[in-house]
C-alpha cells in the first residue's frame, strides 16, 4: 500500500513539474535578485555587460524569442500574452511587408527573457523593473528583464522597459555570437524608446495624423539637436517631457517614412552597437538618405515632414466629428429656392 501512494504522488508530482507549476519560485523561499537602478521607466543599463549565466540545451526544441519565466502560472500567461502582442507590433513596424522579397519577418538572433518576481498584492516601494545585457555559457548573449511585481505595478513602464528591451535586442543583432564586439556601455538613447512608444500609441488610435497636426499647432516642437542631446528624459518634468515625447514620436515617424525606413531604421540601431562613440547626426546620416543630402537646413527639413505628417491620410479613421458631419453632407438634398425657366416653355411657334 505504502509503494502504491509513492508511485501515486510521483506520478502526481511529475504532472506538475510538467505544467511548471510545482517548480515555481515561491516568494521568501529563495534570494531575492537584486533590483537597483534607475526608478521608474528608466532601466538600470549602466551595466550593460553582466554576468554569465547558464546557456540553453542546444538539443531543446526552438524557443521563442520572448520567454517569461517566475511568478505565478496565470500571471506568467498574461506577461506573455502582453509581451506577445507587443513584440507583434514592434516587428511590423521595423519589420514591413514586402511581397518582392522572401523575408521571414519573425526571426530574430537575440532572446529577451522576462523573469519576474513577487506578487501583484505585495507592498513593495522601490525600483521595479532592470534590463540587462548578459553573456551566456559560450558566445550566447540574452537581454534580460528583471521585474518585480507589486500593488502599484504600472502598466506604461512596463511597457517602456519591453520596448527598450526589444530595441536592445535589435542593436546587439549585429554582433550576435561576438561578444568581444559588445561595448562596455551601450544604452538605447532615450529619444528612441520614449519615440516609438509614442508613435505606436497614436498608430493604434487609427487617427496618426491627428497627433502630428496638434504637435504643429502647438509650436513646441523641439529641434532635432534638442532631441537627441535629451539622455534621460524621465528627469524631465510633466510638461517638458510630453513635449519630448511628442518631438521624439513625431522624429520616429519622419524616419520610418522615408523610403525604405524601416530597413534604415533597423541599420541604423545596428549601427550603435558597431560604432558606439559616433554622433548621432553621424549614425543617421549614414543610414539615411534624406540626412545625408542636408549639408544645412535641418530644421527647414523637420519642419516640411511634420507638416507632412499632420495631413490626413484616405487609410485612417474619421473622427466621430467628421463622420456625422460626412454623413450628414450625403444624406442632405439642397434646394436654392429660385424659379427656373424651363427650356422652351412659353416659346412661340412662328
Given at each position: ?34 533590483v ?29 524569442q ?43 538572433k ?30 550566447d ?71 502630428f497636426?496638434?504637435v ?14 535629451q ?33 534604415a ?86
Open positions: 500500500m505504502g509503494k502504491t501512494i509513492h508511485w501515486g504522488l510521483t506520478c502526481v508530482a511529475s504532472w506538475l513539474l510538467s505544467l511548471g507549476i510545482l517548480g515555481a519560485q515561491i516568494p521568501g523561499t529563495a534570494e531575492e535578485p537584486s537597483t537602478g534607475a526608478t521608474g521607466t528608466r532601466a538600470g543599463e549602466e551595466q550593460s555587460r553582466s554576468r554569465v549565466v547558464g546557456g540553453a540545451d542546444s538539443d531543446a526544441a526552438p524557443r521563442e520572448i520567454v517569461v519565466t517566475g511568478g505565478d502560472p496565470r500571471v506568467r500567461v498574461r506577461f506573455r500574452n502582453y509581451a506577445t502582442v507587443l513584440r507583434d507590433e514592434f516587428r511590423a513596424t521595423l519589420y514591413k511587408f514586402r511581397p518582392e522579397l522572401k523575408m521571414d519577418r519573425d526571426s530574430w537575440i532572446p529577451v527573457d522576462i523573469e519576474l518576481w513577487g506578487e501583484m498584492i505585495d507592498v513593495y516601494r522601490g525600483d521595479n523593473l532592470r534590463t540587462k545585457v548578459e553573456i551566456l555559457t559560450g558566445a548573449i540574452r537581454v534580460a528583464l528583471y521585474t518585480r511585481l507589486h500593488d502599484e505595478f504600472d502598466e506604461r513602464a512596463m511597457r517602456i522597459e519591453l520596448l527598450r528591451a526589444l530595441l536592445l535586442a535589435e542593436i546587439l543583432d549585429p554582433v550576435a555570437g561576438r561578444v568581444e564586439l559588445i561595448p562596455d556601455s551601450l544604452e538605447v538613447p532615450s529619444w528612441v524608446v520614449q519615440g516609438l512608444d509614442q508613435f505606436l500609441e497614436h498608430r493604434r488610435s487609427g487617427r496618426p495624423s491627428a497627433f497636426a496638434g504643429l499647432r502647438s509650436g513646441l516642437l523641439l529641434e532635432p539637436e534638442e532631441i537627441f542631446e539622455e534621460n528624459s524621465e528627469s524631465l518634468d510633466p510638461v517638458s517631457f510630453a513635449i519630448f515625447r511628442s518631438s521624439a514620436g513625431a522624429m520616429i515617424a519622419a524616419l520610418l517614412d522615408q523610403e525604405d525606413g524601416d530597413i531604421f533597423r541599420e541604423f540601431l545596428g549601427g550603435l552597437v558597431q560604432n558606439p562613440d559616433a554622433e548621432m547626426l553621424a549614425h543617421l546620416r549614414q543610414h539615411f538618405p534624406s540626412f545625408r543630402e542636408l549639408d544645412s537646413g535641418l530644421e527647414k527639413w523637420w519642419a516640411l515632414q511634420v507638416a507632412t505628417l499632420a495631413e490626413q491620410q484616405s487609410f485612417e479613421y474619421l473622427s466621430w466629428e467628421e463622420t456625422d458631419s460626412r454623413i450628414t453632407e450625403a444624406l442632405v438634398i439642397e434646394f436654392d429656392g429660385t424659379e427656373k425657366a424651363i427650356p422652351g416653355e412659353g416659346s412661340k411657334n412662328l
